[in-house]
């Protein structure tokens, strides 16, 4: 019913930028909030970013001031800017949005399939 879509992992160099993106499609009546994690191996999933339906935005402390969440509510898409990166952003990096569906009275969390990103140094 739902799927989301990401796009714009890769191999960089350090101290370049990368721009996902994660689409969401189905039949959805609402978003109120999307977000990033990302999952190095051998490690814990981090908390990259969420930014709400409102625009309020959270960071992870390890990312605050090199990435940048945005969204475009009228395409169920949401964008994360990553700048500056460094060999220790290399992970996978997963979208989820908390979607209500039409005719639901409430929200799921739905996840994307992950997209890597290489850092090298």
């Known amino acids: 019913q739902v799927q989301l879509v990401e796009s714009g992992g890769g191999l960089v160099q350090a101290g370049e930028s990368l721009r996902l993106s994660c689409a969401a499609s189905g039949n959805i009546d609402s978003i109120n909030v999307m977000g990033w994690y990302r999952q190095a191996p051998g490690k814990q999933r981090e908390l990259v970013a969420i930014?709400?339906?409102?625009?309020?935005?959270i960071y992870g402390d390890s990312v605050k001031g090199r990435f940048t969440i945005s969204g475009d509510n009228a395409k169920n898409t949401e964008y994360l800017k990553m700048n500056s990166l460094k060999p220790e952003d290399t992970a996978v990096y997963y979208c989820?949005?908390?979607?209500?569906?039409?005719?639901?009275?409430?929200?799921?969390?739905?996840w994307g399939q992950g997209t890597q990103v290489t850092v090298s140094s």
């Open positions: 930014i709400t339906s409102g625009g309020t935005t």
């Open positions: 989820y949005a908390n979607i209500q569906l039409v005719g639901w009275d409430s929200s799921t969390r739905y």
